[in-house]
């Protein structure tokens, strides 16, 4: 999964997307790079990110996601929401699954998806991105998490989504400290076997520069060493923002992985 934000403050690529040619340059370089699905966000959920109202974020999602089915007709799109209005547009528009960092928490969204015969992302994140870093202590973060993400999966498949199309994200980064990060990459074959596809999203996050020094531009190589728990699962879904080098890696980690007696 390719990021593509059309924000002016996402934490690793803000603005480099907002004009809409540049957003459909970007889709272009995913493509291009081999990323199977990209992910269209409108609003930033990084620490401390301000709100978006409904309106301003359907301008920014809803004409790249249409512009994108029609050039890309075989691409998957992903809509990174939480706001059921959005999420309706978008799937009219063609997406294909709503990325909910809330996890489908608004009022009437897993319906809607259920109705639509998408698919749904459900990511667990402590409060909201304004606050989300002020409370990062877990008495067991994996259990707490997975126990968590299992009920909303649950809430999910009895709305009427197919068991399939219900993704479980545990949400690297929000809400979580250093350690807490750890602990749930280590952790994901365990949430694989709830019995969900699953994704992680640990790509240029604030836990890989604390625990190497690297600054946002130089992250690339912990983001590759973060996704290796994903190595080897069969339903597994990484979101990075450099696809090219991702597929090089996730190759290669395939196949050590295959030849390992």
Same mark, same amino acid.
């Given at each position: 999964?390719?990021?593509?934000?059309?924000?002016?403050?996402?934490?690793?690529?803000?603005?480099?997307?907002?004009?809409?040619?540049?957003?459909?340059?970007?889709?272009?370089?995913?493509?291009? &790079?081999?990323?199977?699905?990209?992910?269209?966000?409108?609003?930033? *959920?990084?620490?401390?990110?301000?709100?978006?109202?409904?309106?301003?974020?359907?301008?920014?999602?809803?004409?790249?996601? &249409?512009?994108?089915?029609?050039?890309?007709?075989?691409?998957?799109?992903?809509?990174?929401?939480?706001?059921?209005?959005?999420?309706?547009?978008?799937?009219?528009?063609?997406?294909?699954?709503?990325?909910?960092?809330?996890?489908?928490?608004?009022?009437?969204?897993?319906?809607?998806?259920?109705?639509?015969?998408?698919?749904?992302?459900?990511? %667990?994140?402590?409060?909201?991105?304004?606050?989300?870093?002020?409370?990062?202590?877990? /008495?067991?973060?994996? /259990?707490?998490?997975?126990?968590?993400?299992? +009920?909303?999966?649950?809430?999910?498949?009895?709305?009427?989504?197919?068991?399939?199309?219900?993704?479980?994200?545990?949400?690297?980064?929000?809400?979580?400290?250093?350690?807490?990060?750890?602990?749930?990459?280590? /952790?994901?074959?365990?949430?694989?076997?709830?019995?969900?596809?699953?994704?992680? +999203?640990? &790509?240029?996050?604030?836990?890989?520069? %604390?625990?190497?020094?690297?600054?946002?531009?130089?992250?690339?190589?912990?983001?590759?060493?973060?996704?290796?728990?994903?190595?080897?699962?069969?339903?597994?879904?990484?979101?990075?923002?450099?696809?090219?080098? *991702?597929?090089?890696?996730?190759?290669?980690?395939?196949?050590?992985?295959?030849? &390992?007696?």
């Amino acid at each position: 999964m390719g990021v593509l934000n059309r924000t002016p403050d996402s934490f690793s690529d803000g603005g480099r997307s907002f004009e809409l040619d540049d957003a459909l340059r970007r889709a272009e370089e995913l493509v291009e &790079s081999g990323a199977d699905i990209i992910d269209v966000g409108g609003e930033s *959920t990084r620490p401390g990110a301000q709100p978006v109202d409904a309106p301003e974020e359907l301008r920014r999602v809803v004409p790249v996601i &249409s512009e994108i089915r029609r050039r890309w007709p075989g691409v998957v799109l992903s809509v990174d929401t939480s706001k059921i209005e959005v999420a309706a547009s978008s799937l009219d528009a063609g997406a294909d699954l709503v990325n909910d960092v809330t996890a489908g928490s608004a009022p009437g969204i897993l319906d809607l998806v259920a109705r639509s015969n998408a698919g749904i992302v459900l990511m %667990h994140m402590r409060g909201e991105p304004r606050t989300m870093q002020s409370d990062i202590s877990y /008495a067991n973060v994996v /259990a707490e998490v997975h126990e968590y993400l299992r +009920g909303r999966a649950a809430a999910a498949v009895s709305a009427g989504i197919p068991s399939h199309r219900v993704w479980l994200d545990p949400g690297i980064g929000f809400g979580k400290g250093d350690e807490g990060n750890l602990a749930l990459l280590a /952790a994901l074959p365990d949430l694989a076997a709830i019995g969900h596809p699953v994704l992680i +999203g640990p &790509s240029n996050k604030t836990f890989i520069g %604390h625990l190497t020094g690297a600054d946002l531009a130089n992250r690339l190589p912990g983001t590759l060493a973060a996704l290796s728990p994903a190595v080897g699962i069969e339903r597994a879904v990484v979101r990075v923002h450099d696809a090219s080098a *991702t597929i090089q890696f996730l190759e290669i980690a395939r196949r050590l992985h295959e030849a &390992s007696p």
